[in-house]
């Protein structure tokens, strides 16, 4: 069965300082991996996506991830954390072997940057 | 949020009453989504449709019911049946199975 943690339920990091969020996955075959960003009593917003070739995508607002095919991970960056980016970050897979296979979402991870 | 609107912001629900949630997409998309937001539960999705006049139940599709008579719209009925219907309603669309985009959410509150 498909499944993503995002084993952090919040993040706090101060403003200027990286910023790690964690996701690990498991799907039977390959992934499709997507990072989305919700602000309070908003949509999600698409950020980055993982479906081939370099391990390292990068996305909007100065966000990276990192896919990691070992560790079965997908990890949300940033060199350089704003107070605006303070919000809920959900991770989310697709196994790309299943042809009809929906979106299966992480908890969510709330990141809290402090000046 | 782009080309995905959700009507209403807000919605209140009285004990035994059917209420329809609106859904329209200007994209250009051929599947859509509804996808239900509990409070650190994340998305659980409720029904899903990748073509017109059809549509698959989801996770949790028990109390709900939808319709896709047109590409741009994919509204949903929250029925008397759905007993905690209280959360937050999010409605998205991808060209097959590519990138999902939702709508601004609507709110569903009981009475």
């Known amino acids: 069965a498909q499944s993503v943690a995002q084993p952090e339920d919040q993040v706090n990091v101060a403003e200027g300082n990286p910023l790690t969020v964690k996701c690990t996955y498991s799907?039977?075959?390959?992934?499709?991996l997507f990072w989305y960003v919700q602000y309070p009593n908003r949509g999600l917003q698409f950020l980055l996506k993982?479906?081939?070739?370099?391990?390292l995508v990068k996305g909007s607002y100065g966000f990276e991830a990192e896919f990691n095919k070992s560790q079965t991970s997908f990890h949300l960056k940033k060199p350089s954390a704003l107070v605006s980016d303070s919000a809920l970050y959900f991770c989310?897979?697709?196994?790309?072997?299943?042809?009809?296979?929906?979106?299966?979402f992480g908890k969510g991870t709330k990141l809290s940057v402090k000046p | 949020d782009g080309g995905i609107t959700q009507s209403p912001k807000y919605l209140f629900r009285k004990e035994g009453q059917n209420v329809t949630l609106s859904c329209e997409q200007n994209?250009?998309?051929?599947?859509m989504y509804w996808y239900r937001q509990d409070p650190g539960q994340g998305l659980r999705l409720i029904y899903y449709?990748?073509?017109?006049?059809?549509?698959q139940k989801g996770d949790i599709a028990e109390g709900y019911s939808v319709s896709r008579e047109k590409k741009e719209s994919f509204p949903l009925t929250v029925t008397s049946a759905q007993k905690n219907p209280t959360a937050f309603y999010l409605c998205?669309?991808?060209?097959?199975?590519?990138?999902?985009?939702f709508g601004p959410g609507t709110r569903l509150l009981v009475l």
């Open positions: 994209l250009n998309h051929d599947a």
């Open positions: 993982y479906i081939t070739g370099d391990n």
């Open positions: 989310a897979v697709r196994d790309r072997a299943r042809s009809q296979g929906n979106l299966i």
């Open positions: 799907v039977s075959g390959n992934p499709y």
């Open positions: 998205a669309s991808s060209m097959g199975w590519e990138t999902q985009y």
């Open positions: 449709s990748q073509i017109v006049n059809d549509f």
